[in-house]
């Protein structure tokens, strides 16, 4: 499974980005699919997830400005970023769990400063 994500930039405090996640595989089969982020010199966070049931949890510090969507036709998902702020500047990568196994994509970075 190969997971590509693209959609990075940089971006002015209050601005948006929508982030792209391209599967190799069926995404219907996966448990579960979100996004994480790292920030330099700190641990990797979660950002979202969506599962196969449709549940849907987002970090508190992103609720309310951030949007996870899927396109299971093209097995892409999406992370809708609004009201950007510069503690969201990181490598966002996205995540796939399916039939047992973990899988990550390469990341792309987001830049949120004036």
């Known amino acids: 499974v190969q997971l590509q994500a693209s959609g990075g930039g940089l971006v002015q405090p209050g601005g948006s980005l929508k982030l792209s996640c391209a599967a190799s595989t069926n995404i219907l089969s996966a448990n579960i699919m979100g996004w994480y982020r790292q920030a330099p010199e700190k641990q990797r966070e979660l950002v979202t997830l969506t599962t196969n049931m449709g549940d849907i949890e987002y970090a508190d510090s992103v609720k309310g400005r951030f949007t996870i969507s899927r396109d299971n036709t093209a097995n892409t998902i999406y992370l809708q970023m609004n009201s950007l702020k510069p503690e969201d500047t990181a490598i966002y990568s996205c995540?796939?769990?399916?039939?047992?196994?973990?899988?990550w994509g390469q990341g792309t970075q987001v830049t949120v400063s004036s």
């Open positions: 995540y796939m769990f399916t039939f047992g196994r973990s899988y």
